[in-house]
């Protein structure tokens, strides 16, 4: 008997890739909850901050979760499901994070003893621009360089300012 061989084409090795889609979602996480630290570095457009630190991590989570499914969908082509488990973890973690700083960061508890509307202001002493120290009374007392008349009420600015 003679033995036939037949050969039959080897199969292509299939090229694995990163899961862009779980690296994106991770950064987005990342940035989100780093938004909430960009307030206290006094950017310029911070009005814009609060709605970053709304939009980054739900964004995220979309990226997230399709990440995870295309790691489960096509593990031989993306780099398997157990990393993209594990970075989904961490990122969801972060994600949980940055919900967590916008939402207890911003609640600022209520004044207790603040004055009311219309309600006389303690007594106090503060300096001024020229690091001369000026109390209520003095503002009260002292008449207006324009009219000549003695205030009804002071109005107090505070600038938070870069000093």
Do not use: C
């Amino acid at each position: 008997m003679e033995a036939q061989t037949t050969t039959e084409p080897a199969a292509e090795p299939v090229s694995r890739r990163r899961n862009s889609a779980l690296w994106t979602g991770t950064m987005l996480a990342i940035f989100g909850l780093a938004s909430n630290f960009l307030y206290f570095l006094n950017p310029p457009g911070q009005a814009v901050i609060p709605w970053i630190s709304l939009v980054l991590p739900p964004l995220g989570l979309v990226f997230l979760v399709l990440g995870v499914w295309r790691a489960f969908s096509q593990p031989q082509v993306l780099r398997g499901k157990v990393p993209g488990l594990i970075i989904t973890a961490v990122a969801t973690l972060l994600w949980g994070l940055s919900v967590f700083g916008f939402v207890i960061g911003r609640k600022v508890p209520e004044p207790t003893s603040a004055p009311a509307i219309g309600q006389r202001a303690p007594e106090f002493a503060l300096p001024d621009t020229h690091g001369e120290n000026v109390t209520l009374a003095q503002l009260l007392r002292s008449p207006d360089s324009t009219t000549g008349t003695t205030p009804k009420g002071v109005l107090l600015v505070f600038y938070r300012g870069y000093w």
